[in-house]
């Protein structure tokens, strides 16, 4: 039996792409938000990357004009992470970013005053490959 060779070429094709596509990447890069409500209606999370980008957008009841804030990240000096809080009508009352390639790693304060009620937070990671976390809570 005489095989062709553009038969074996096509066959060799599909082999190749059979075995590209099953082999997993180990250097796909990837970034995770992850939020968590805490007690008295604080609210955190931890975010983790492996180089990647992501960006989490939540609502967080808070009653008072302002809140307390803390962030701290360990991560690689291109990573990126930033959290900008808007209060009930929208207003920015805190963008604040870290970045691994300089110091501090970490932040804290209370943010400007706003309107009380749903208030929108923001968390980005961008090119972020290290790990970190976030609090928030009403302020005084």
């Known amino acids: 039996m005489k095989i062709f060779k553009p038969t074996i070429f096509i066959l060799s094709i599909i082999v190749a792409s059979l075995l590209i596509s099953s082999c997993s990447n180990d250097d796909d890069l990837s970034a995770n938000v992850t939020i968590t409500e805490g007690a008295n209606g604080d609210i955190g ?3 983790t990357g492996n180089g990647g980008t992501t960006s989490e957008t939540f609502n967080w009841q808070n009653e008072l004009s302002t809140a307390d804030y803390n962030a701290d990240i360990t991560a690689s000096p ?15 009352v805190l963008d604040r970013s870290l970045n691994g390639s300089s110091e501090p790693d970490t932040f804290s304060g209370v943010t400007s005053s706003g309107e009380a009620g749903m208030w929108t937070v923001t968390i980005t990671v961008s090119n972020f490959n290290g790990d970190g976390s976030f609090t928030l ?3 005084n």
Do not use: R
Request: aromatic letters at 10%; glycine letters at 20%; charged letters at 25%.
């Open 45 to 47: 999370g931890d975010f």
């Open 78 to 92: 291109t990573g990126l992470f930033q959290m900008t809080v808007k209060d009930s009508e929208g207003t920015t």
């Open 137 to 139: 809570s009403e302020g």
